[in-house]
């Protein structure tokens, strides 16, 4: 693994560590358990298993199909998508063999108390697959790049980031379960990087209804540190 990914790894796991991340949606209490890049070798087989949590998975280079009752899903950077597997469901996966082949996997692990049957249900109907957006890829895009910093706002950037990706997505695209009215962007290529990520936290609730009181101020002092940095 290059050290780019050590690096990044490293920053995001302190900024999730110890159940850093939470947020609430309707009600629906979130916490991020794990966040990881990962580099699988060419044609690796991953045998049929489960998690006792969600999970997101982006590709962002070479493939990567995951089998869900023998039924092979996908997914390849230029889809723009990403899989997003419920709680206990049970997959198996086989990466590309393709050369030159280099398969980036980002794993964003999820727990949603409560709300899992619903959340498998409309992500069935989706055959979990859901599209990476302009406003969530310029999300994206920061949080990779943030995660190769090294500074003393690296932490609470990240945690900003990350929170307002996730609360994006899941309004986006389960707004039947949370009854929230999907947040609605133009295009992030009409604009400029800065200007799109600052719209964008401004309109995506700040990570507010936090499980324990302290985090609200982690949360107010995380995104005011990552808007001042972007004036």
Same mark, same amino acid.
């Given at each position: 693994?290059?050290?780019?990914?050590?690096?990044?790894? @490293?920053?995001?796991?302190?900024?999730?560590?110890? #159940?850093?991340?939470?947020?609430?949606?309707? *009600?629906?209490?979130?916490?991020?358990?794990?966040?990881?890049?990962?580099?699988?070798?060419?044609?690796?087989?991953?045998? =049929? #298993? =489960?998690?006792?949590?969600?999970?997101?998975?982006?590709?962002?280079? *070479?493939?990567?199909?995951?089998?869900?009752?023998?039924?092979?899903?996908?997914?390849?950077?230029?889809?723009?998508?990403?899989?997003?597997?419920?709680?206990?469901?049970?997959?198996?996966?086989?990466?590309?063999?393709?050369?030159?082949?280099?398969?980036?996997?980002?794993?964003?692990?999820?727990?949603?108390?409560?709300?899992?049957?619903?959340?498998?249900?409309?992500?069935?109907?989706?055959?979990?697959?859901?599209?990476?957006?302009?406003?969530?890829?310029?999300?994206?895009?920061?949080?990779?790049?943030? *995660?190769?910093?090294?500074?003393?706002?690296?932490?609470?950037?990240? @945690?900003?980031?990350?929170?307002?990706?996730?609360?994006?997505?899941?309004?986006?695209?389960?707004? =039947?379960?949370?009854?929230?009215?999907?947040?609605?962007? !133009?295009?992030?290529?009409?604009?400029?990087?800065?200007?799109?990520?600052?719209?964008?936290?401004?309109?995506?609730?700040?990570?507010?209804?936090?499980?324990?009181?302290?985090?609200? !101020?982690?949360?107010?002092?995380?995104?005011? !540190?990552?808007?001042?940095?972007? =004036?």
């Amino acid at each position: 693994m290059q050290d780019f990914y050590l690096k990044f790894n @490293r920053n995001v796991n302190r900024a999730v560590g110890d #159940h850093a991340i939470r947020f609430t949606l309707n *009600g629906i209490e979130f916490s991020v358990l794990n966040f990881h890049k990962s580099v699988p070798d060419p044609d690796v087989f991953i045998e =049929e #298993h =489960e998690h006792p949590f969600c999970t997101m998975d982006i590709i962002e280079s *070479g493939s990567m199909t995951t089998f869900v009752d023998d039924t092979p899903i996908r997914s390849v950077p230029a889809m723009k998508q990403l899989l997003f597997l419920p709680d206990l469901l049970l997959h198996s996966r086989r990466f590309g063999k393709d050369g030159p082949h280099r398969a980036t996997l980002i794993g964003i692990q999820i727990h949603a108390p409560g709300a899992e049957q619903k959340i498998a249900e409309i992500a069935a109907r989706r055959f979990y697959q859901f599209p990476i957006d302009p406003a969530l890829e310029t999300l994206w895009n920061e949080i990779a790049m943030q *995660g190769e910093t090294e500074t003393g706002a690296t932490v609470p950037v990240l @945690r900003a980031l990350i929170t307002a990706y996730l609360m994006l997505f899941f309004r986006k695209n389960f707004g =039947e379960l949370f009854g929230c009215e999907t947040p609605r962007f !133009s295009p992030a290529i009409r604009e400029s990087r800065i200007g799109t990520i600052k719209r964008i936290l401004s309109a995506t609730p700040t990570p507010c209804r936090r499980l324990r009181a302290s985090s609200n !101020s982690a949360s107010a002092t995380s995104t005011a !540190s990552l808007q001042r940095r972007l =004036e």
